[in-house]
């Protein structure tokens, strides 16, 4: 498989992952609160970053790094 066709399908997986992932989440918060605690936040990698403001979008949230 060629570098862009390995490149779309990642991101075609990824968005999947994500949605899947949100639907779950707003599924769960519907019948009872969600707390997300991520400690370190201020460490975390690029897909993980670009799933919780995702998250935080659809749910009308702020991410916040409270580390001084």
């Known amino acids: 498989a060629s570098m862009s066709a390995t490149v779309r399908k990642d991101g075609v997986v990824k ?7 949100l639907q779950m989440s707003l599924r769960g ?6 707390v997300f605690v991520i400690e ?6 690029r897909t ?9 979008d659809s749910l009308g949230l702020k991410l916040a790094d409270l580390d001084p």
């Open 15 to 21: 968005t999947r992952t994500f949605d899947t992932l």
């Open 40 to 45: 370190d936040l201020h460490w975390v990698d």
């Open 48 to 56: 993980s970053e670009e799933f919780l403001a995702g998250l935080a």
């Open 29 to 34: 918060a519907r019948r009872r609160p969600l």
